[in-house]
């Protein structure tokens, strides 16, 4: 098992950056894929980025490509979404998950789900 939880979600004006953070704990992060979801009110869930154990390698959805980038620092057990240049359609619930595959995050169904963050970008 292993347990996800997200911070750093919050408000912040069209424009601005946030920088969200998933803590791992239980199974050994370093072992797992993980990746970033959103999903906003009367929406469905939908795929952001996700980065392999090793951190070598990542994916992005065309809609957040050279705007957010992921990482993670496997020694503290941390991931890590940077956004940049946040939109008003940017606006939802973000989570973080991991898995063994990468394919299962990209196609969103992942072991271990995060609960979740609010973020808001007010225009």
């Known amino acids: 098992q292993v347990q996800l939880v997200e911070s750093g979600g919050g408000l912040v004006q069209a424009g601005g950056s946030l920088r969200l953070s998933c803590a791992a704990s239980g199974r050994t992060f370093s072992s797992l894929a993980m990746g970033w979801f959103r999903q906003a009110p009367g929406k469905e869930r939908e795929f952001l980025a996700a980065?392999?154990?090793?951190?070598?390698?990542?994916r992005y959805a065309d809609s957040v490509k050279g705007r957010f980038t992921i990482s993670r620092d496997n020694t503290r057990n941390i991931g890590y979404l940077q956004m940049n240049s946040l939109k008003p359609e940017d606006t939802a619930v973000y989570y973080c998950a991991a898995d063994q595959s990468l394919h299962n995050l990209v196609v969103i169904a992942p072991g271990y789900w995060g609960q979740g963050t609010q973020v808001t970008v007010s225009s």
């Open positions: 980065i392999i154990r090793g951190g070598g390698s990542t």
